[in-house]
Nanobody, 123 residues
Framework: QVQLVESGGGLMQAGDSLTLSCAASGDTICISEWGWYRQAPGKERELVAT???????YSSDSVKGRFSISRDKARRTVALQLNSLKPEDTAIYYC?????????????????WGQGTQVTVRS
């Protein structure tokens, strides 16, 4: 199973930029999609961005044009670049690894979450 560790969070000012990193270890053979989610205080966890095995990316409307996701296959890392930060971006950011649903051998048990990294943006 894959294990994920996030890093890079911190206390920022509005307008700042920040890069979050997610390092993967373990068996990633079943993973076809990597994503970043966030959860603000009192709110549900929401999808921020994803990248798949073909490097197709998706960003939610709330971050489109400001955040971008990328991955380094050799280093087994997934990064989230956060630009033009706003106070409403304050949240715990989680890395997620999702299994290939078309694979006979891969199941929900192959999915994984990181422990999260806090991003706080002051106005």
């Amino acid at each position: 199973q894959v294990q994920l560790v996030e890093s890079g969070g911190g206390l920022m000012q509005a307008g700042d930029s920040l890069t979050l990193s997610c390092a993967a270890s373990g068996d990633t053979i079943c993973i076809s999609e990597w994503g970043w989610y966030r959860q603000a205080p009192g709110k549900e966890r929401e999808l921020v961005a994803t990248i798949d095995s073909l490097d197709n990316t998706y960003s939610s409307d709330s971050v489109k044009g400001r955040f971008s996701i990328s991955r380094d296959k050799a280093r087994r890392t997934v990064a989230l670049q956060l630009n033009s930060l706003k106070p409403e971006d304050t949240a715990i950011y989680y890395c997620h690894a999702g299994h290939d649903p078309s694979s006979y051998w891969c199941t929900d048990d192959d999915d994984a979450w990181g422990q999260g990294t806090q991003v706080t943006v002051r106005s």
